[in-house]
């Protein structure tokens, strides 16, 4: 089983930047496609970015392509999201998870990842 404790979330203005980190352990990390879901309240978890076991292929939902950036760096067991550009709207708690099959690609469905961090909060102020 693998552990995912997620980092970096907070309070900022409408058009600023986080940076979220996630740091995974306890299974071979980089045989696994990795994804980043938010959930406002209210509202079910959707999928915002994901990125291939290597890391060069990403993909990402509509409303933040070009403004978030995800990447992963498998040396230190660790996935990121970059956000840029944040909307009140993109409010939320965001969650990264492992996909449950080494080796898959694109994957946007909540139930194709087998496990999950605990959530960090992200608040954007208008």
């Known amino acids: 089983q693998v552990q995912l404790v997620e980092s970096g979330g907070g309070l900022v203005q409408a058009g600023g930047s986080l940076r979220l980190s996630c740091a995974a352990s306890g299974r071979t990390f980089s045989n696994y496609g990795m994804g980043w879901f938010r959930q406002a309240p209210g509202k079910e978890r959707e999928f915002v970015a994901g990125?291939?076991?290597?890391?060069?292929?990403?993909y990402y939902e509509d409303s933040v392509k070009g403004r978030f950036a995800i990447s992963r760096d498998n040396a230190k067991n660790t996935v990121y999201l970059q956000m840029n550009s944040l909307k009140p709207e993109d409010t939320a708690i965001y969650y990264c998870?492992?996909?449950?099959?080494?080796?898959?690609?694109?994957?946007?469905?909540?139930?194709?990842?087998?496990?999950w961090g605990q959530g960090t909060q992200v608040t954007v102020s208008s």
């Open positions: 998870a492992l996909d449950g099959l080494a080796y898959r690609y694109g994957s946007k469905r909540p139930a194709d990842f087998s496990s």
């Open positions: 990125i291939s076991w290597t890391g060069s292929a990403t």
